[in-house]
Nanobody
Framework: QVQLVESGGGLVQAGGSLRLSCAASGRTFSRHAMGWFRQVPGKEREFVATISRSGDNTYYANSVKGRFTISRDNAKNTVYLQMNSLKPEDTAVYYC???????????????WGQGTQVTVSS
């Protein structure tokens, strides 16, 4: 069982930056690939970024490539999402997730956090 708790969301102006954190409980963090997803009310949850268990491999949605960076610290059981050059369309609730594979498919992730709100004003 893995419990995930996101933090770091908030209100920021367009062009600004935020860093999201996701802290995991338990001793199995390094055995899981980690992903970030986001959801806007009335829309499906969408993939943002994923990172492999070792941190060697990452993959991003085209909409955030070059602006967002996913990273992890296995010693701290934490995964991060550095978000730069934020746009109003990045406004969403951001969720972290843990699963066995470094994939974009939401259903492949077994554990989810409660989400943190990110609001980007224009």
């Amino acid at each position: 069982q893995v419990q995930l708790v996101e933090s770091g969301g908030g209100l920021v102006q367009a062009g600004g930056s935020l860093r999201l954190s996701c802290a995991a409980s338990g001793r199995t963090f390094s055995r899981h690939a980690m992903g970030w997803f986001r959801q806007v009310p009335g829309k499906e949850r969408e993939f943002v970024a994923t990172i492999s268990r070792s941190g060697d491999n990452t993959y991003y949605a085209n909409s955030v490539k070059g602006r967002f960076t996913i990273s992890r610290d296995n010693a701290k059981n934490t995964v991060y999402l550095q978000m730069n050059s934020l746009k109003p369309e990045d406004t969403a609730v951001y969720y972290c997730a843990a699963g066995p594979l470094t994939v974009v498919t939401m259903r492949a992730y077994d554990y989810w956090g409660q989400g943190t709100q990110v609001t980007v004003s224009s």
